[in-house]
């Protein structure tokens, strides 16, 4: 997503979390939540970003 910005602009654009997913499909990416959550918490740890929830 960060060097896809037309894929990020359509991410950005669905209206909810279902039609992410969706459209993650939709474009040949298949992972569970919990794998994108672990991704999403690796991709934290190495760039050092704190997250705010």
């Known amino acids: ?3 896809d910005e ?3 602009s359509a991410i ?3 209206e ?3 039609a992410n997913w969706l459209y993650l499909k939709e ?3 298949e992972f569970s939540r ?3 959550l ?3 918490d690796a991709i934290y740890a190495e760039y050092g970003i ?3 929830f």
């Open 12 to 14: 950005n654009a669905c």
């Open 16 to 18: 909810d979390e279902q």
């Open 27 to 29: 474009q040949g990416f």
């Open 34 to 36: 919990q794998e994108f």
């Open 6 to 8: 037309a894929f990020r």
């Open 1 to 3: 997503m960060r060097s």
């Open 50 to 52: 704190t997250p705010e």
């Open 38 to 40: 672990q991704a999403r």
